[in-house]
């Protein structure tokens, strides 16, 4: 009879269990992470939950895919939301779960091991480390911390060395016969959950000091469209410890923050790379150029910084056949080894001035542009300058607007020309499409400007052609001497 007295009770009891069930959450771990205070023990943490009043902590070392393998290990009030195992090998790998009343077991963790050893890459001064992945991580994992420190008199707290998504990563050029030590934190996606491996001591056992030895050796230009560099290193008996050579460019000369790298190469057995810059314009000035070699074992080095040789000049005032060329270069002493070329042709040796006046008169017979170019007397690898052209004949001149309606000069357009051959004229006007709208194979009548030889007045097939801007080109030689030529421009048609 008592029995049934108390089975309404039970009812009741059983009832508001099952609410509690209800409003409960499933088990969670929040992380497994050893606590880097001395001695290094295994923290457990879990979300917490209101509905609950304790919580059981389980264990695994072996065979942690069966879930059968986990044992209890301890059980505590959901108040504590942390358990430290004083027992944990932390060279291993322990897994955690944890359950309460009326639920399964949580996903489980494991504690990150993490390991040193010598660098596989050879390089004795560079320590390796891995650790096994974190997983189950509350949020996901989304990245590792490394910290590090070196072990001296006065310890300094860690330090950020860096952050990787891979499970490895190698410390290099560390110092000579030095201490360190390092730890490894796993960061969910929130960045509000972290955990730490073990702290692991390495010594790293060699420093080589030496910088490798690279070096600019030849910058030449090449058909005036680009600029080869020639660069030597050392000779790397294990290329594996050879990373790439980076080559930097400036256009400002002696301030390294204007340098930026352009290209880079891979190690080659036979220590000469060569790098073809296209993207530089030797037409237009210097170009400072410097070598960047980074390696796993020596120290990282910077190579001299050197230029392409500049030629400039002009035709003197006044002077019909003398020009004054320059030259301009930088880094590089070698300024007798280079001759000036006329013409194609040796005219003479470069000594330590970089000004001459030329009297061209006697190459006029090779045709009425003189060209300038400078190269050296090596013959092994020439060094080449840009070609500089400073033409002889009389200027064309183009009008940059014409009035069809305008004055007798102005009402037609055409180029301003002094004694140019009919053999090979011809003079072509475009429109802003391409189409041509005008050809004459015969250059204008000076002073008559009622003859529309040579003239264009501004229509296409009979019809007036809208105020724009158009284009012309002009092919044109002269009676005087050899030589073929052309001019391009725009104009703009006014009505």
């Keep these: 009879m008592l029995?049934?007295?108390?089975?309404?009770l039970f009812l009741i009891l059983l009832f508001f269990s099952s609410l509690q069930i209800i409003h409960a959450q499933q088990p969670r771990l929040a992380s497994v992470s050893v606590d880097t205070i001395f001695p290094q023990q295994i923290k457990v943490s879990w979300v917490y939950d209101q509905y609950i009043d304790s919580v059981t902590i389980y264990k695994c070392t072996?065979?942690?895919?069966?879930?059968?393998?986990?044992?209890?290990?301890?059980?505590?009030?959901?108040?504590?939301?942390e358990w430290i195992d004083t027992l944990a090998n932390i060279a291993s790998q322990n897994y955690y779960s944890i359950g309460w009343q009326w639920s399964g077991k949580s996903k489980p963790q494991n504690n990150m091991v993490l390991k040193a050893q010598q660098a596989l890459d050879g390089c004795p001064n560079s320590i390796s480390l891995i650790w096994n992945p974190y997983i189950n991580m509350t949020d996901t994992l989304d990245y590792y911390n490394i910290f590090y420190r070196k072990i001296e008199v006065d310890t300094p707290?860690?330090?950020?060395?860096?952050?990787?998504?891979?499970?490895?990563?190698?410390a290099k050029l560390l110092q000579?016969?030095?201490?360190?030590?390092?730890?490894?934190?796993?960061?969910?996606?929130n960045n509000l959950l972290f955990a730490f491996s073990n702290i692991v001591e390495d010594t790293a056992k060699v420093v080589i000091t030496d910088p490798v030895s690279v070096a600019i050796t030849r910058v030449s230009v090449v058909d005036d469209i680009a600029i080869e560099i020639d660069i030597n290193t050392d000779i790397f008996p294990e290329p594996e410890n050879f990373h790439n050579l980076y080559l930097l460019r400036s256009l400002v000369p002696n301030k390294s923050a204007n340098f930026i790298v352009i290209d880079s190469l891979s190690y080659n057995s036979n220590n000469e790379y060569l790098f073809i810059d296209k993207d530089a314009d030797p037409l237009s000035g210097l170009y400072y150029y410097q070598a960047f070699v980074k390696n796993q074992c020596k120290s990282n080095d910077t190579s001299n910084v050197m230029t392409n040789i500049f030629l400039w000049g002009h035709r003197i005032d006044d002077e019909k056949y003398k020009d004054s060329v320059l030259f301009y270069q930088a880094g590089v002493d070698l300024y007798e080894m280079y001759e000036l070329l006329v013409n194609e042709k040796p005219f003479i040796d470069i000594n330590l001035l970089n000004q001459y006046v030329i009297d061209v008169e006697k190459f006029m017979k090779d045709g009425l542009a003189t060209t300038y170019k400078i190269q050296s007397k090596k013959f092994t690898k020439r060094w080449y300058s840009n070609t500089l052209s400073i033409p002889h004949e009389p200027v064309?001149?183009?009008?940059?607007?014409?009035?069809p309606r305008g004055a007798d000069m102005d009402k037609s357009f055409y180029p301003i020309i002094s004694f140019p051959s009919e053999d090979d004229y011809f003079f072509i006007i475009y429109n802003r499409w391409g189409q041509e709208l005008y050809r004459s194979t015969l250059p204008p009548v000076p002073n008559e400007y009622n003859n529309m030889q040579g003239r264009w007045d501004g229509t296409f097939q009979g019809k007036e052609c809208p105020a724009e801007i158009y284009a012309y080109k002009l092919s044109y030689s002269y009676n005087s001497g050899k030589g073929k030529f052309s001019r391009s421009g725009t104009f703009m048609l006014v009505r």
């Design 3 to 8: 029995k049934k007295n108390l089975y309404p």
């Design 157 to 170: 707290s860690f330090e950020l060395l860096t952050y990787t998504k891979e499970t490895q990563f190698t």
């Design 62 to 81: 072996q065979n942690c895919n069966i879930e059968d393998n986990f044992y209890k290990i301890a059980k505590l009030d959901m108040a504590d939301l």
């Design 176 to 189: 000579n016969n030095s201490i360190y030590e390092f730890v490894v934190q796993a960061v969910n996606k």
């Design 396 to 403: 064309v001149y183009f009008p940059n607007a014409f009035y």
